[in-house]
């Protein structure tokens, strides 16, 4: 069916799908997200025919949700690259992994954690030995950066549910009740208080939330962090990793969990699931040591 012949063409799902046309379009844009973006690499990593897979790439950048920039004249050769368009799709394809998560692979429970040994959790423990995406996320003082920090030195980088200055924001309703979303400001304060030991063993920490910059400044100030909050609000780090979200009160939120980087941007080790929030900084503080 063509996209002109979908009925309600009022309908944003109906034109939407006129433009995202298969599934293949969906995995597409997690792949191009995680940093696949050639042609050969894509057709390796998602088994689809050649043929298959020019059809559904022309028609992603004929709809304005792929560009194409090349990197070799002869012969021609091209970067498949998402546009602002396509990184709209971004919280769209963090819902449906959050759906297909909670509703098809698990009970349908909510919950800001997982199961050790657990698919989500076979799933984050595979990206060591994976390069981090190259993305931008706001400082919580609005300066961009990315998610790394520069200058060789290694990177703490612990994702987090919300943070909450008092006052300012109040916690989503029945926070308390989903299991692993306490524990965020103890979490917070316990790497702030070892930040010069994560320093003098030649690391950086940085959290990182999907609240936006502003919420994250009001905590940074509250709390007296000594160390940036990030923000990905718009997804782009999430969907680049497929990193495991829950969603509560309309915004889909981080489970917690850690990440190790090395100096070239590499991730070198996981903390997932993580039942203590304090407990795992330690366990990470001895962990760059050891490296």
């Not at 057709?43 to 920039?69: F, W």
């Not at 320093?199 to 990182?208: H, L, S």
Request: glycine share 8%; proline share 7%.
């Amino acid at each position: 069916m063509k996209r002109a012949d979908l009925p309600d063409s009022d309908c944003g799902i109906a034109q939407a799908l006129g433009v995202i046309g298969d599934w293949w379009t969906f995995l597409l844009v997690r792949d191009i997200a995680g940093g696949t973006t050639r042609f050969d690499s894509l057709q390796r990593e998602l088994g689809v025919s050649r043929r298959a897979l020019a059809e559904r790439l022309t028609r992603l950048v004929e709809h304005g949700v792929l560009e194409r920039r090349p990197y070799s004249d002869r012969p021609p050769r091209y970067d498949y690259v998402l546009t602002t368009k396509g990184e709209a799709l971004l919280p769209a394809l963090i819902a449906l992994q959050d759906w297909g998560t909670r509703h098809v692979m698990g009970d349908g429970a909510l919950t800001a954690t997982s199961e050790h040994g657990s698919a989500e959790s076979r799933r984050v423990h595979e990206l060591v030995n994976r390069k981090m995406p190259d993305v931008v996320l706001e400082r919580h003082d609005g300066e961009p950066v990315a998610p790394n920090a520069p200058g060789g030195v290694w990177t703490v980088l612990y994702f987090f549910p919300g943070a909450f200055a008092p006052g300012t924001q109040d916690y989503p309703p029945g926070w308390a009740d989903i299991p692993g979303a306490k524990g965020c400001t103890l979490e917070a304060l316990t790497y702030a208080s070892r930040c010069a030991d994560f320093e003098a063993a030649g690391a950086t920490i940085r959290g990182v939330s999907t609240q936006r910059p502003d919420q994250l400044a009001a905590f940074v100030t509250h709390a007296r962090l000594s160390y940036p909050l990030l923000s990905d609000q718009d997804s782009r780090l999430a969907a680049g990793l497929l990193l495991p979200t829950f969603r509560t009160a309309g915004v889909d939120r981080f489970k917690r969990l850690t990440l190790l980087v090395d100096p070239d941007a590499i991730i070198r080790a996981v903390q997932f699931p993580i039942s203590d929030p304090a407990g795992s900084v330690d366990e990470m503080l001895a962990l760059v040591r050891s490296r």
